[in-house]
């Protein structure tokens, strides 16, 4: 069995106004839809707010959203790329994970 590629991404809630939203929790959400999608169970994305004690270190220039694949960060600040962290996803999976993903995407395009 493959060990997963753990994406985290750190956000925290954001006050507008008298309402808190927690749009990065949401775009998570779609984010880890969009790969689990493509890499199944290959891969797992997890959403952890700022202020969770399971919150992981962070670097100290570091900005929201923060992005990491297998503990490394990917990206600080800005938007959620989609197709940013699928390549970093590629980039961690095994070799041969990787081919048979875009084996069956090629089919099954």
Same mark, same amino acid.
Request: with cysteine; glycine share 8%; net charge negative.
């Given at each position: 069995?493959?060990?997963?590629?753990?994406?985290?991404i750190?956000?925290?809630?954001?006050?507008?106004g008298?309402?808190?939203?927690?749009?990065?929790?949401?775009?998570s959400?779609?984010?880890g839809?969009q %790969?689990? !999608?493509?890499f199944g169970?290959? #891969?797992? /994305?997890?959403?952890?707010?700022?202020?969770?004690p399971?919150? &992981? =270190?962070?670097?100290?220039d570091?900005?929201?959203?923060?992005?990491?694949?297998?503990?490394?960060? %990917?990206? !600080?600040?800005?938007?959620?790329? #989609?197709? /940013?962290?699928?390549r970093?996803v590629?980039?961690?999976l095994? &070799? =041969?994970?990787a081919?048979?993903?875009?084996?069956?995407?090629?089919q099954?395009?």
């Amino acid at each position: 069995m493959v060990t997963p590629v753990r994406v985290v991404i750190v956000g925290a809630p954001v006050a507008c106004g008298p309402e808190v939203k927690d749009t990065w929790r949401e775009l998570s959400a779609w984010v880890g839809d969009q %790969l689990r !999608s493509r890499f199944g169970e290959a #891969v797992v /994305v997890e959403y952890v707010d700022l202020l969770d004690p399971a919150c &992981p =270190s962070l670097p100290a220039d570091a900005a929201l959203p923060l992005v990491l694949v297998d503990d490394q960060v %990917l990206s !600080s600040g800005g938007k959620l790329s #989609v197709p /940013v962290i699928r390549r970093a996803v590629e980039s961690h999976l095994a &070799p =041969s994970v990787a081919v048979e993903e875009r084996a069956g995407s090629a089919q099954a395009g």
